[in-house]
């Protein structure tokens, strides 16, 4: 009955897929709760035969003990995080929505370099030009400014920072 879901089936053993599951657990670990890693196990158990596992909520709401929101608020996160994928499954005989069909997809090591076409070639534009080493790099502000003598604005000569000097105009003001 449920050989269809070979179809859907990412790893060619059970090993490959606890592996993936683990190390997705171990990269996203600070932004799972503890329901959503006991929600990804229960996909995990029950894809163990097939590869996929046809759930509904209420199955995984049993196996966790969690609310039917707890386990779609979880399923939504994991779906989110790359860790599973969702498929709607439409049931052929009633033509209706049945249990979902979750599939624990395969580990992505998002910190490999990504190889680019262009390795190696100079670019042309300004903003990647390479300064000699004996000049210093200049800040963007001064360098849109064009005038590379001017770093603070000048001290207005009516403005006094200084406190005696404030007192000694008070004084004069007021009198004596």
């Not at 179809?7 to 709760?33: C, G, K, P, S």
């Amino acid at each position: 009955m449920t050989h269809y879901l070979k179809e859907y089936a990412r790893f060619t053993t059970i090993e490959e897929m606890d592996v993936a599951a683990e190390q997705h657990v171990l990269t996203h670990w600070d932004e799972m709760t503890k329901s959503d890693r006991q929600v990804l196990d229960v996909i995990r158990r029950y894809s163990v035969k097939y590869g996929a596992a046809h759930l509904k909520h209420g199955t995984i709401e049993e196996a966790i003990g969690k609310s039917n929101v707890t386990v779609r608020r979880a399923i939504r996160k994991l779906v989110n995080l790359g860790i599973i994928e969702k498929v709607h499954y439409i049931r052929p005989v009633m033509s209706g929505l049945g249990a979902n069909i979750y599939i624990i997809l395969p580990f992505d090591d998002q910190g490999k370099m990504i190889d680019r076409d262009d390795d190696g070639k100079p670019h042309d534009d300004e903003e990647n030009e390479q300064l000699p080493v004996d000049e210093a790099p200049l800040s963007k502000s001064l360098l849109k400014s064009k005038n590379l003598n001017y770093t603070s604005p000048t001290e207005s000569s009516k403005l006094s920072t200084s406190l005696l000097a404030c007192q000694d105009n008070r004084r004069h003001k007021t009198g004596p």
